[in-house]
DNA sequence: GCAAATTTGTCCTTTTTTGACTATTGTTAT
DNA sequence: ATAACAATAGTCAAAAAAGGACAAATTTGC
């Protein structure tokens, strides 16, 4: 039996599909009155279903006019699993270095410019970073952006 | 959709785009029939959208004859230096909504390109500067690789 | 039967829209 | 010159219109 959440996920889908660039802008209120549920279901159903991590991207804004804009990263596939081999290789610890030459290899792969290369490593060498040690999930943080260019 | 708000930032920006000058002279109530709204709409959109951290001037006169007069400030290469130079003074001046706002007009006046723009905007909304909240330094920092390059 | 997934409800935050009241400037009649 | 009046624009706060977070309740799949 399709779930609720499962009919709603489909329905998604399907506009997704029709949309020529994978873009759909909807409300979450409207949405929830069509399925006759609480608002708050879409917002489980895009929790669960359009995740980053599934590809897709969803932004929003409240208030008057507001709006929930759904999108699904076409990406260049050979993009995606460069990225993600790399990725995956040093999905452990990575310190400073580490991250800082994993910046050099995408720009070397051509994925980053040689601007965002710089920009990347300013950011992971400045001083914010260097007693917590986060360098991992600063570089995670921009390789999203990266990874959200169609 | 699209909120009353947004339409009227809309109609703004696309006669300020066909201005040769940069520059535009309306009238609140004119502009307020038009879209059908309160006059004091368009102060709501007008203190929301074209202020002077995105890099606009909003002068404006009372009484017959009265007008609302919009001016787009561009950036350059020089400017932004300045700008640079004034950060790096003031430093904790700058909290993160205007050092994103700046970043935005740093796009609008194509300095930097749309991922760079998300990317650096990604990073000052990292987790990392909520508490420790030296936007302004980060800002700087980034701001120098971009303005090192030709 | 239990854990995970789903569904619902409640309270909260953000953004927009409206309207009443105020302030300023230009025009006209005296 | 001045007083009234008309024509603008500004301020501010309340109400309305969204969406978010999160946890309790319920259902489903092993």
Do not use: W
Request: overall charge positive; some cysteine.
């Amino acid at each position: 039996m399709s779930s609720l959440a499962n009919r709603i996920e489909a329905y998604i889908k399907r506009l997704l599909a029709a949309s020529p660039n994978s873009t759909l802008v909807l409300q979450r209120k409207e949405l929830a009155e069509r399925f006759r549920c609480v608002p708050s279901q879409i917002n489980y159903v895009l929790s669960t279903r359009f995740t980053t991590e599934l590809g897709y991207l969803v932004e929003s804004r409240r208030g008057g006019g507001g709006f929930i804009r759904i999108r699904r990263l076409d990406l260049n596939r050979d993009k995606v699993v460069q990225i993600m081999e790399m990725l995956s290789e040093l999905n452990s610890e990575v310190n400073k270095d580490e991250a800082l030459d994993f910046v050099t290899r995408l720009m070397e792969s051509r994925l980053i410019t040689r601007r965002e290369n710089r920009l990347m490593k300013a950011v992971l060498n400045s001083e914010f970073f260097d007693d917590q040690a986060n360098h991992a999930e600063m570089l995670v943080c921009m390789l999203k952006v990266l990874l959200e260019d169609s």
